[in-house]
């Protein structure tokens, strides 16, 4: 049984107007596209509305589309407890792929941006811990990109790998702690 | 006679003291798998905590976009391995509302009893792990004992203990097997007491109380936005279930009771899982009495495979018809959909792109455990390094899951 849609599309179009994409509803959830600039201020608004309330965070996942243009895409899904009705929003981004970070909003955006950044290596502005969550501290690349091998690059750990030289890639997000 | 020197401390010198970090785990009985937390501590106080995780990652998503739709249910079973039946459904659901079918009834009332069936599996094994973690091993042997039951339950079904990747796309793999309505029914009448059983020995032990009571509290607004779901989310008092808000399957048509405590502390989270387990026993009985007669596979020769595998031997359509799903699997329409199920642990949701090819493009686990495992962050009344222990207990991360 799918959700029935809930949400008033009116109040938000007013507010953002042109800027956001209204995508209609796709198996019972609404979908809009928002330019990554317009993020934060876009998950306050439907967090902070009254009429809205998105007050959690389901999920944040990053999406390849390589070699298709604009390359990533990073996807919210946001739920009302209130009103029992979720959303989801989407940011296209282009390479390397950088949109601002959301912790601020939800603090369990925390590990879902870490966890998109290690796999997709999409930066998020302002996330106060960007580091690798999964792959260790020093790994280079980003695996679950569509052009990394499904069998990794072929080194001294990994016979099996694919040829090649790993993509260098600077890992500025490499922070030991404490 | 032995003479006792003093010692002391020179006016005005503070006691040397410095800060220490300190590794638990990943190798650690009560990390419950492979987690390590770097604890910065002062004397016994933990400061600061900073999980790593990932010493389990193997990839599921990656791999899940070089497999066919129905290759990936193995892949899902190893998500949280309590409780695969859960994931195999949640999958399932959401393959099922891409291609816009639904199960038949009676598969949707096998997948929720052996949904429910894996909830008291993946329950007990925290009723029992609390304690121990705490020091009362006693519970654990005995919940074991219970476990066994399910296992033998879940092994008759499907053939497998642990891995029982038992659901299919449009339906289950096999029906139920004769001789197992009296093997479940002989469980429903056993089970009960025993929950009684575990609650005696540990509800007025006074150290577990101590232990749990106040410790790692959670109010309601922290957890929310800490992203908790399930029971431990219930334990802080906010009444939200997937199976009564969003009924899948035949969840609407099933009469049972959302458990919710307002404390929020290590007590809480146990304490729910335990009533939830009688409210689990509930839908299991309702399901083996409403139980309908009927087919277990959708009648859709493109996604389902011969129901009789012996047709495969005399009719060439049904052995094309398994070849070609074996080897090639289905194509599933173009279009992208999130669905979440209310697994043991919480909101476990699929986000599946599907390009229109027999593997999809992406799929993207929202895994219940990965999002509560950040919970440590935001517990209060746990200074203690002991207390750390209870409220990674109540939290009941499944390591396999949080690191997919």
Same mark, same amino acid.
């Given at each position: ?64 589309? *390589? ?11 946001? *739920? ?39 796999? *997709? ?12 969550? *999964? ?16 069998? #990794? ?7 099996? #790998? ?17 | 006679? @032995? ?11 503070a006691l040397n003291s410095k800060e220490v970090l300190l !590794? ?6 009560? @990390?419950? &798998? ?5 604890l910065q501590l002062d004397g016994e106080y933990v400061e600061r ?9 193997? &990839? ?74 705490? %020091?009362?091993? @006693? ?55 025993? +929950? ?19 410790? &790692? ?41 959302? +458990? ?33 007669? %009927? ?60 390009? &229109? ?14 999002? !509560? ?6 517990? @209060? !009344?746990a200074r203690y390094l002991a207390d750390m ?16």
């Amino acid at each position: 049984m799918s959700v029935e849609p809930f949400l008033n599309r009116a109040l938000i179009l007013e507010r953002f107007g042109e800027t956001i994409e209204d995508l209609g509803t796709a198996h019972g959830i609404d979908v809009f596209v928002v330019p990554p600039e317009k993020i934060v201020e876009f998950c306050r608004f439907l967090k902070d509305q009254p009429e809205f309330r998105f007050n959690f965070l389901s999920d944040i996942c990053g999406v390849d589309h *390589y070699p298709g243009t604009p390359r990533f895409e990073a996807v919210y899904h946001l *739920y009302s407890l209130p009103n029992r009705c979720r959303v989801r929003i989407k940011c296209r981004l282009g390479d390397p792929p950088e949109v601002p970070s959301v912790t601020g909003v939800w603090r369990t955006a925390n590990w879902h941006e870490r966890e998109a950044w290690d796999m *997709y290596g999409i930066r998020f502005t302002g996330h106060p811990d960007l580091r690798r969550i *999964y792959m260790w501290e020093g790994f280079e690349g980003f695996p679950q990109r569509k052009d990394f091998p499904l069998k #990794g690059y072929k080194d001294k750990l990994n016979p099996f #790998g694919a040829e090649g030289p790993p993509p260098t890639q600077p890992d500025l997000a490499t922070r030991d702690i404490p | 006679m @032995t003479e006792v020197t003093e010692l002391t401390r020179p006016e005005g010198e503070a006691l040397n003291s410095k800060e220490v970090l300190l !590794n638990l785990g990943p190798q650690h009985p009560s @990390t419950h &798998g492979v987690l390590r937390l770097v604890l910065q501590l002062d004397g016994e106080y933990v400061e600061r905590v900073d999980p790593h995780i990932g010493y389990l990652h193997r &990839g599921t998503e990656k791999l899940a976009e070089s497999f066919t739709y129905t290759q990936i249910f193995p892949l899902t079973d190893r998500l949280d391995y309590l409780c695969p039946p859960s994931n195999n459904l949640a999958f399932a659901i959401a393959v099922e509302k891409l291609l816009g079918i639904e199960a038949p009834i009676r598969a949707q009332y096998i997948r929720v009893m052996m949904a429910e069936l894996a909830r008291i599996s993946g329950h007990l094994l925290i009723t029992g792990a609390l304690p121990m973690d705490l %020091g009362a091993m @006693t519970a654990l042997l005995y919940v074991m004992r219970e476990r066994e039951m399910i296992m033998d339950l879940l092994e008759m079904v499907t053939g497998a203990r642990m891995h029982t990747s038992f659901c299919r796309v449009g339906g289950i793999r096999e029906d139920l097997p004769d001789g197992f309505f009296p093997k479940i029914r002989e469980f429903c009448d056993i089970f009960p007491n025993r +929950i009684r059983d575990y609650e005696r020995l540990l509800e007025d032990n006074r150290v577990f109380l101590k232990r749990t009571q106040g410790i &790692g509290v959670l109010s309601a607004e922290d957890a929310i936005d800490l992203g908790l779901s399930g029971p431990n989310l219930r334990a802080s008092g906010v009444d939200w279930d997937i199976r009564r808000d969003e009924p899948y399957e035949i969840y609407d048509r099933l009469d049972f009771n959302v +458990i919710t405590r307002n404390e929020g502390d290590c007590y809480a989270r146990w304490r729910c899982r335990v009533d939830e387990m009688r409210e689990s026993m509930r839908i299991i009985e309702q399901c083996i009495e409403q139980m309908p007669e %009927g087919p277990f596979q959708v009648d859709m020769p493109t996604i389902a495979f011969p129901v009789d595998k012996e047709r495969v031997h005399c009719s060439m359509e049904a052995l094309i018809q398994h070849f070609d799903l074996s080897a090639y699997g289905f194509s599933v329409p173009k279009g992208e959909v999130y669905s979440a199920i209310e697994a043991p642990k919480g909101e476990l949701g699929f986000y599946i792109i599907s390009d &229109g090819s027999p593997k999809p493009f992406r799929m993207k686990v929202r895994a219940p455990s990965f999002v !509560n495992l950040q919970a440590v962050f935001g517990v @209060t !009344n746990a200074r203690y390094l002991a207390d750390m222990i209870a409220v990674l207990g109540s939290l009941d991360p499944v390591m396999a899951e949080v690191d997919k």
